[in-house]
């Protein structure tokens, strides 16, 4: 019996240290040099690395990833596109639905081969798995120590295939983007070990100093802040470069970042524009008649800058850079990568301006994109949306929001039967276009939704304190949620539960409206699976309008006014209900119009039954 309570206690203690373990995050810091042999689309790299262990685990075996290994015949990757076919992300493969990775020569692969790597001038045994390699530590890395690690390595630049690589379609000679063996990420949740698969990733916030040794007739353009413009061609014009057998080192330097990124063309300019009490901002392109409107977009940018800090926060970083370059768009410390031939200058500013917001809910805000791409995609989309709203307000004229056209590409795949879960893992949806409407489309809706339950002001107050408390470290949706109750003072487990991991559908609808003794009744359904909070707009034949807001019970509150319009709240409606009903003191006749959700946030999948329309 002695034994047993001593076991019971035992097993009790550890279970409650796991619960009260105080939030804690790696770090690395990271020093590289690579030298590029760009006729050959090769380069050597060596690093050292000084990492902390700020967990409170002794680690004796780290992981790294080794990115482009996955462009290779046979890889993880290739298989994939091997089996979605045409149902693959279209930039991968063929007009027949043939992976492109299954037909690279061994020219045309890439590689990253490990010469050496050291813990403490120590060689240490590893192992690769492709994409990730597996270290056994000679000295285990206790917890609040740093240790620091030594690696040579050798790359090979694969032909552009997805987001990284040489020659991209609008002629960039290097996108140099998941380029060097990184470290993987290591919290609460374990090692961060997704094999490459094309999407998402994740890292360890550090300083990084990097030089890059190129050709001279090479202009770079990188996350970071550049040491010395002076030395290097296109960042000061009055300046040559200071070639050394015909190449030269281009030296950046950046703080608390978890990725850093470059890209290098002969024929790249370079252009700049500083934001008002923000960063300033570099343009790096090839200019031409196609790139025409990069001139046209800089006091967009400007403007950009200032609505999010405005509407989330200021961007905490000195510089940014849009750099012309990969396969689309995509971000990385301090820098985006943009194709950038634009059709109109609304194009590019949507094309930029996602990239740019991923510095507030990827960079920043340090979500694990693998495991929760829709906080980070999602979050993202929903700040292009509301900025091109403002800068481009002739494109949505007449919206009740400048989220319809995702609130309506939303309905329409839910209705499809096409839909999957939003907390799958971001490689394991069954078609791209699965992956992309849970991550980018519904991710935007969970927070157009969230606002449609809060009011606009508990949202933008919500958004603000998740950008205050968890920027530089890698919140989780536990932790955004955390905050979005505290501040709505609402209990909204539900909500994330039923968007996270369900696909369950929204249908409220008017059912009845009559007239009972001089009042009007006014009889409402819920057809679909989903519970929420109901607006019910009223415009009334004098011209007045009215909104009557029925809070869920399961929120226990309910939001405040908004848009200026009137509002009366009516008692919960109780989630096991089907029918609700209430009554207006006023004659039917009185009443022109009656809609649920003209604000057209809530997501339901048939609007036809939200409008009583008086004859």
Known sequence: MKK????????????????????????????????????NFKYNGKQQINYINNSPDTLSIVYFHLYWNAFQPNSMMDQQLIQLGKNADQRMVTPEGESRISKLKPSEIGYQKIISLKQENVPL???????????????????????VFTMDWEGQIPLMIRRAGRNNNEGIDFTMTQWYPKLAEYDYEGWHISDYIAREFQGVFGNYEVKINIDKNYVVGAGGVLVNPKEV??????????????????????????????????????????????PKVYLVFQKSEKTKYWEDIKPFIIKYFQIMKENFGAYPYPTYTFIQGGDGGMEYGMCSMVMGNAGSLYDLAKLMFHEASHSWFQQVLATNESMRAWMDEGF??????????????????????????TVSTYVNFAKSGQEEVMGLLADHYHANNGYSVASYIKGEMFLVMLEYIVGK???????????????????????FMHIAQKVSAMDLKWYW????NTTRTIDYMIKKVEELQGETK???????????????????????KEIYNIPLNLMHNSKKQEFGIPQKTLPYWKWTHKEYSFILPIPLDKIDLIMLDASQRLGDIDYQNNLYQNK
């Open 522 to 544: 006014i009889t409402l359904q819920n057809s679909g699976s989903f519970p929420m909070p109901v607006d019910v707009f009223i415009v009334y034949t004098n011209g007045n």
């Open 457 to 479: 002001d508990n949202f933008t107050k919500i958004m603000k304190e998740y950008f205050q408390t968890w920027k530089f470290k890698h919140p989780t949706d536990k932790d």
């Open 125 to 147: 045994n590893y192992t690769i798995e492709e994409t990730i390699v597996k270290v056994k530590l000679d000295k285990p890395i206790l917890p609040n120590t740093t240790t």
């Open 380 to 405: 993202t989309s929903y700040a292009e949306n509301l900025v091109l709203g403002e800068l481009f307000p002739e494109t949505i004229e007449n919206y009740p929001n400048s989220h319809l056209e």
């Open 233 to 278: 061609k296109g960042y000061d014009l009055d300046i040559k470069p200071k070639a050394r057998n015909n190449k030269v080192t281009w030296h950046f330097k950046a703080e608390n970042i978890h990725d850093f990124a470059w890209a290098a063309d002969p024929d790249y300019s370079v252009q700049t524009l500083q934001v008002p009490q923000g």
């Open 497 to 500: 539960n039923y968007m996270t």
């Open 4 to 39: 047993l309570l001593i076991l019971l206690v035992v097993i009790t203690t550890s279970i409650l240290k796991s619960q009260i373990t105080p939030y804690y995050q790696q770090q690395a810091n990271y020093n590289i040099e690579v030298d590029v042999d760009t006729k």
